[in-house]
T-cell receptor, first 110, second 113 residues
Framework: DGGITQSPKYLFRKEGQNVTLSCEQNLNHDAMYWYRQDPGQGLRLIYYSQIVNDFQKGDIAEGYSVSREKKESFPLTVTSAQKNPTAFYLC?????????FGEGSWLTVV | KQEVTQIPAALSVPEGENLVLNCSFTDSAIYNLQWFRQDPGKGLTSLLLIQSSQREQTSGRLNASLDKSSGRSTLYIAASQPGDSATYLCAVYSGGGADGLTFGKGTHLIIQP
């Protein structure tokens, strides 16, 4: 089945660590996105990529980094510079007017 | 900057009732509006997409309307069932690329058996 796969589902980060969240899609979509969702809040855009080897900052890019070396992959690194990283992270891709989401990854700082 | 507001933030109704969820947006210059369902700890599933030129879209027991000039959309759920319990989010696309998509905070819906 076509879709977006995020891993891991749950991740714990120690203070000062960088962690990477994986996002893979087999939908052959050009555009991919990373959103952050905090409890009771809407989604906020972290980074997006319209095409391979190109990506743009969203509203809350500070403390995050991404790469887009392959069309199907858009990993997100949460760096130690992100002071409040505990949240639910959603990866998405779009084709025409339709956006598809992965199942999300929970990141907790311990 | 576009702002999207969803009212109420939470709603609890008995099974079988018809209900309406509201979404309002501040800038009426939108390309489309989309309603999503989110189950606890899960990603978002698209329910209905309304283009700016359309007034409504229907899928099964769901009907979404759009009044672009007044900046409002409603999601009507007929004959609610416990399986409808979830958070419902609306999002508007205002153009300008990927950052033109703005989400509301959602309505947390509980259908009591």
């Amino acid at each position: 089945d076509g879709g977006i796969t995020q891993s891991p589902k749950y991740l714990f980060r120690k203070e000062g660590q960088n962690v990477t969240l994986s996002c893979e899609q087999n939908l052959n979509h050009d555009a991919m996105y990373w959103y952050r969702q905090d409890p009771g809040q809407g989604l906020r855009l972290i980074y997006y990529s319209q095409i391979v080897n190109d990506f743009q900052k969203g509203d809350i890019a500070e403390g995050y980094s991404v790469s887009r070396e392959k069309k199907e992959s858009f990993p997100l690194t949460v760096t130690s510079a992100q002071k409040n990283p505990t949240a639910f992270y959603l990866c998405a891709s779009t084709q025409a007017n339709t956006i598809y989401f992965g199942e999300g990854s929970w990141l907790t700082v311990v | 900057k576009q702002e999207v507001t969803q009212i109420p933030a939470a709603l609890s109704v008995p099974e079988g009732e018809n209900l309406v969820l509201n979404c309002s947006f501040t800038d009426s210059a939108i390309y489309n509006l989309q309603w999503f369902r989110q189950d606890p700890g899960k990603g978002l599933t698209s329910l209905l997409l309304i283009q700016s030129s359309q007034r409504e879209q229907t899928s099964g027991r769901l009907n979404a309307s759009l009044d672009k000039s007044s900046g409002r959309s409603t999601l009507y759920i007929a004959a609610s069932q416990p399986g409808d319990s979830a958070t419902y989010l609306c999002a508007v696309y205002s153009g300008g690329g990927a950052d033109g998509l703005t989400f509301g905070k959602g309505t947390h819906l509980i259908i009591q058996p």
